[in-house]
């Protein structure tokens, strides 16, 4: 099994930044592909981020790449998401999810159906 905590949320003005930490714990050694999804009132959850523990492998969400980064510190088992210039409309509930299947190609790592373990989320809410 595989533990996901999400802390860094609260509550910040338009044009501020926050970085969301995840921290993994259990076996760590079987997640592949680790990811950020968020999901604003009234919405469906959405991808945000995604990258492999060695960083050659980076997905992200054409709409907010250039305003956020994600990052991991391998040796913590830490994953962030930097997230600079925040608009009203990223006012959400940020997850962190794992994927644990071996990377395939064809793997859609954009859709929460691909990750297998997910954290409890930490609010973010930007007020203008």
């Known amino acids: 099994q595989v533990q996901l905590a999400e802390s860094g949320g609260g509550l910040v003005q338009a044009g501020d930044s926050l970085r969301l930490s995840c921290e993994v714990s259990?076996?760590?050694?079987?997640?592949?592909?680790m990811g950020w999804f968020r999901q604003a009132p009234g919405k469906e959850r959405e991808f945000v981020m995604a990258?492999?523990?060695?960083?050659?492998?980076?997905y992200w969400s054409e709409s907010l790449k250039g305003r956020f980064a994600i990052a991991v510190d391998l040796a913590r088992n830490m994953v962030y998401l930097q997230m600079n210039g925040l608009k009203d409309e990223d006012t959400a509930v940020y997850y962190c999810?794992?994927?644990?299947?071996?990377?395939?190609?064809?793997?859609?790592?954009?859709?929460?159906?691909?990750?297998?373990?997910w954290g409890q989320g930490t609010q973010v809410t930007v007020s203008s």
């Open positions: 259990g076996r760590t050694s079987s997640t592949v592909i």
């Open positions: 999810a794992a994927d644990r299947s071996p990377y395939r190609g064809q793997n859609d790592y954009h859709s929460e159906s691909q990750y297998d373990y």
């Open positions: 990258t492999s523990w060695s960083g050659a492998r980076k």
